[in-house]
């Protein structure tokens, strides 16, 4: 009996290496990379910026929605409601109004992108303040954090984006500005 349940372990085993050696390659290991294997992220893709074929209204004060940025800064920022979009191509668009003390304002058309942490000017309102001015356009920048005027860097981090992608549809961004769910409180809870 323990002839015959060796023997068939031996068999068995002799299986298992015949199978093994049938798997292995004949190629030697190298640490060359041949090109076939790539990690989705490592992935290059071809992104495309969604064209702007008409500017938005000009803001009106009723859909101006108003957010912080520092309490060390006497601006005051807001985002008009109604032209606030989230676009295929992940930048979120907006118009924003900065008004200083003693009533002057700037108001931009502007958009984020989410997945390279920048921003874009398409047009400023002009002198006559009746209409868009798109010679002040640019193209995208980094977003920066340590000006007190940062108001790009707090739209992004508090209510646009997150993991490099807009936190939702524009009704919802429109929705936590006007109720104050930055993704700080959203993530306490």
Request: net charge neutral; aromatic share 10%.
């Amino acid at each position: 009996m323990k002839v015959k349940a060796s023997l068939a372990v031996i068999v068995a085993s002799a299986a298992t290496l015949a199978a093994l050696a049938g798997c292995s390659s004949s190629k030697t290991p190298t640490t060359q990379d041949d090109g076939v294997f790539t990690y989705l992220l490592d992935r290059k893709t071809t992104w495309a910026e969604e064209k702007i074929d008409t500017m938005p209204p000009l803001p009106k004060a009723s859909n101006l929605l108003a957010f912080n940025v520092s309490q060390n800064t006497p601006l005051t920022f807001a985002v008009d409601k109604s032209t606030l979009t989230v676009g295929k191509d992940g930048v979120v668009r907006y118009v924003i109004v900065v008004t200083s003390p003693v009533g002057a304002r700037n108001v931009n058309y502007e958009g984020i992108r989410c997945d390279t942490y920048e921003w874009r000017r398409y047009a400023s309102i002009n002198d006559d303040q009746n209409g868009w001015d798109q010679g002040a356009a640019f193209e995208f920048k980094r977003i920066e954090n340590g000006e007190l005027n940062a108001y790009q860097a707090a739209l992004y981090q508090d209510y646009f984006c997150a993991s490099k992608l807009p936190v939702g549809s524009a009704e919802q961004i429109v929705n936590n500005i006007q109720y104050k769910r930055t993704q700080t409180n959203i993530n306490l809870r």
